[in-house]
Protein backbone atom coordinates (compact mmCIF):
# COMPACT_ATOMS: atom_id res chain seq x y z
CA UNK A 1 0.00 0.00 0.00
CA UNK A 2 1.08 3.86 -1.06
CA UNK A 3 1.79 4.92 2.66
CA UNK A 4 1.10 8.71 0.81
CA UNK A 5 -2.40 7.84 0.54
CA UNK A 6 -4.70 8.14 3.57
CA UNK A 7 -6.40 4.36 3.78
CA UNK A 8 -9.92 5.22 4.02
CA UNK A 9 -9.98 7.94 1.66
CA UNK A 10 -7.59 7.05 -1.20
CA UNK A 11 -6.63 11.03 -1.19
CA UNK A 12 -2.85 11.44 -1.17
CA UNK A 13 -1.47 12.88 2.22
CA UNK A 14 1.19 15.55 2.82
CA UNK A 15 3.15 14.93 6.39
CA UNK A 16 4.88 17.41 8.15
CA UNK A 17 6.82 18.20 11.23
CA UNK A 18 5.96 20.81 13.47
CA UNK A 19 8.96 21.46 15.75
CA UNK A 20 8.84 24.06 18.64
CA UNK A 21 11.16 25.69 20.16
CA UNK A 22 11.30 28.18 23.47
CA UNK A 23 12.75 31.39 22.78
CA UNK A 24 15.69 32.88 24.86
CA UNK A 25 14.46 35.44 27.40
CA UNK A 26 11.08 34.64 25.96
CA UNK A 27 7.20 33.48 26.92
CA UNK A 28 6.63 33.22 23.11
CA UNK A 29 7.10 29.89 21.58
CA UNK A 30 8.79 29.39 18.31
CA UNK A 31 7.95 26.89 16.10
CA UNK A 32 8.93 25.90 12.68
CA UNK A 33 7.03 23.74 9.78
CA UNK A 34 9.57 21.07 8.18
CA UNK A 35 7.53 19.86 4.54
CA UNK A 36 10.19 17.65 3.65
CA UNK A 37 13.65 18.38 0.88
CA UNK A 38 10.71 17.33 -1.98
CA UNK A 39 7.24 18.55 -0.52
CA UNK A 40 7.10 21.22 -3.76
CA UNK A 41 7.39 17.85 -6.44
CA UNK A 42 4.87 16.25 -4.05
CA UNK A 43 2.43 18.86 -3.51
CA UNK A 44 2.25 20.56 -6.75
CA UNK A 45 -0.16 23.05 -7.37
CA UNK A 46 -1.70 23.67 -3.22
CA UNK A 47 1.07 26.19 -2.65
CA UNK A 48 -1.31 27.96 -0.45
CA UNK A 49 -1.18 24.66 1.58
CA UNK A 50 2.42 25.65 2.63
CA UNK A 51 1.58 29.43 2.95
CA UNK A 52 -1.60 28.80 5.11
CA UNK A 53 0.55 26.22 7.58
CA UNK A 54 3.71 28.77 8.06
CA UNK A 55 1.44 31.46 9.74
CA UNK A 56 1.63 29.33 12.65
CA UNK A 57 4.79 30.77 13.65
CA UNK A 58 2.26 33.92 14.94
CA UNK A 59 1.23 32.21 17.82
CA UNK A 60 2.66 32.05 21.57
CA UNK A 61 1.18 28.93 23.08
CA UNK A 62 1.40 25.30 22.42
CA UNK A 63 -2.10 24.94 22.20
CA UNK A 64 -3.16 27.93 20.06
CA UNK A 65 -0.11 26.58 17.55
CA UNK A 66 -1.95 23.12 17.32
CA UNK A 67 -5.12 24.32 17.49
CA UNK A 68 -4.17 26.60 14.43
CA UNK A 69 -2.67 23.69 12.56
CA UNK A 70 -5.78 21.20 13.64
CA UNK A 71 -8.05 24.13 11.83
CA UNK A 72 -6.01 23.64 8.64
CA UNK A 73 -7.10 20.14 8.85
CA UNK A 74 -3.50 18.62 9.95
CA UNK A 75 -3.91 15.78 12.65
CA UNK A 76 -0.98 14.44 14.60
CA UNK A 77 0.20 11.37 14.39
CA UNK A 78 3.88 10.87 16.70
CA UNK A 79 5.07 13.19 18.90
CA UNK A 80 8.73 12.58 20.06
CA UNK A 81 11.78 14.73 21.42
CA UNK A 82 15.17 15.00 20.15
CA UNK A 83 17.70 13.14 21.54
CA UNK A 84 21.66 14.49 20.81
CA UNK A 85 24.63 12.01 22.35
CA UNK A 86 22.06 11.03 25.53
CA UNK A 87 20.73 13.95 26.15
CA UNK A 88 17.04 14.11 25.56
CA UNK A 89 15.74 17.69 24.50
CA UNK A 90 12.70 19.28 26.12
CA UNK A 91 11.22 20.50 22.82
CA UNK A 92 8.28 18.50 20.88
CA UNK A 93 8.36 17.46 17.40
CA UNK A 94 4.98 16.56 15.99
CA UNK A 95 4.68 14.77 12.99
CA UNK A 96 1.31 15.88 10.92
CA UNK A 97 -0.70 15.00 7.88
CA UNK A 98 -3.89 16.34 6.19
CA UNK A 99 -5.30 14.49 3.69
CA UNK A 100 -4.97 16.68 -0.02
CA UNK A 101 -7.51 17.00 -2.62
CA UNK A 102 -7.47 15.08 -5.51
CA UNK A 103 -5.39 17.39 -8.63
Given amino acids: MNENLAP ?9 ILKVNTKF ?3 KLEFEV ?11 NQE ?11 YYTLVDGL ?9 IVNVYYREFS ?3 YNNPEYL ?8
Avoid at 34 to 44: N, W
Fill in 34 to 44: DFGKESESIIG
Fill in 86 to 88: GTT
Fill in 96 to 103: MKKSLSKR
Fill in 48 to 58: SLIAQALKVTN
Fill in 8 to 16: STNMPVQYC
Fill in 25 to 27: LSS
Fill in 67 to 75: NYMSSLGWE
